[in-house]
């Protein structure tokens, strides 16, 4: 028998009880319910919310808004995936790649803290599909107590609302190099144009999921399914073409589908 959600987050509690942990933060709702968790059962809770060139805008402004919400202090420090060498070609197992280089910085600030365990949010959701990074999480010795647990992101987003979090409904956020092909170097410039190109799409259509996939020339948007409806509007399209060929790209469309998660990891299937 499958045990039930309240039972699932308590064993997540025990594992995290009287322990000293690092919480790898992104103001998300599986970071922030995490470190509440850990906050009512360790012994001593550090946040840690990494910089990076790669995360979307307002993930440090969240992370920060969630971390005084929960009333745990947050620490902050920076990575460059662009240093390592084996990034930038953008192979298949670059989420490996690039979450090694996270792992490796969790750890270092655990280490200096004394902190003996370091956690992060990866529900049984995120299971499904292609996924190297879990891979780097296992190498580095990174617990994932949601997932050790059976839980998953619908049973997170229940007891975020439940416990009163802001992020309760906030979309899933996942890095900018996301967004270009494998095999298409990933570069500061392609970076940069869709950031601008989705802060341009929420902007325009007050949408709240949002991906912009770099194809080259073109660019494919792909909004949340059920905000779909916010496109069918001629001058708010205009004004979005206007604001994507100003940033470089020539061609701008829409992906019917909307968005769903992995869609440039269809090429697996």
């Known amino acids: 028998m499958e045990a039930s959600a309240k039972d ?13 942990v690092l919480v790898a933060f992104s103001g998300g709702v599986d970071s922030s319910v995490l470190a509440l968790l850990a906050k009512e059962a360790a012994k001593k809770v550090q946040l840690l919310y990494v910089e990076s060139p790669l995360s979307p805008a307002e993930d440090s402004v969240a992370a920060r808004e969630v971390a005084e919400e929960i009333g745990l202090e947050l620490l902050t420090t920076e990575v460059d995936p662009f240093a390592n060498p084996e990034f930038t070609p ?45 891979r780097a999480l296992r190498e580095g010795g990174v617990s994932s107590p949601f997932l ?15 416990h009163g979090l802001s992020v309760a409904k906030r979309p899933s956020m996942a890095c900018l190099a996301t967004r270009i092909p494998y ?4 570069t500061r410039q392609r970076v940069e ?8 799409a ?8 949002i991906r912009a996939r770099h194809h080259g020339e073109l660019v494919r948007l792909e909004v949340g399914a059920t ?21 470089g790209f020539k061609y701008i469309t829409i992906d019917v589908q909307g968005y769903r998660t992995g869609s440039m990891d269809e090429v697996f299937d």
Request: overall charge negative; charged content about 35%.
């Open 227 to 247: 905000e779909r409806e916010k496109l069918f509007d001629i001058k708010k399209l205009n004004e979005f073409n206007e604001a994507a060929r100003s940033l």
């Open 202 to 209: 929420k902007d325009i259509f007050q949408v709240e999921t």
């Open 8 to 20: 699932k987050f308590n064993h997540v509690m025990s594992m995290l009880k009287d322990r000293l």
């Open 90 to 134: 953008n192979p298949v197992d670059r989420c490996y790649v690039c979450k090694s280089t996270l792992v490796g910085e969790w750890k270092r600030v655990a280490d200096e803290a004394g902190l003996e365990i370091v956690v992060e949010g990866t529900t049984v959701t995120e299971l499904k599909g292609h996924r190297p990074g879990k």
């Open 148 to 162: 050790e647990a059976g839980l998953a992101k619908d049973e997170i987003r229940e007891y975020a609302q439940e």
């Open 193 to 200: 144009m869709v950031r601008q190109v989705e802060e341009a």
């Open 183 to 186: 095999g298409i170097d990933i």
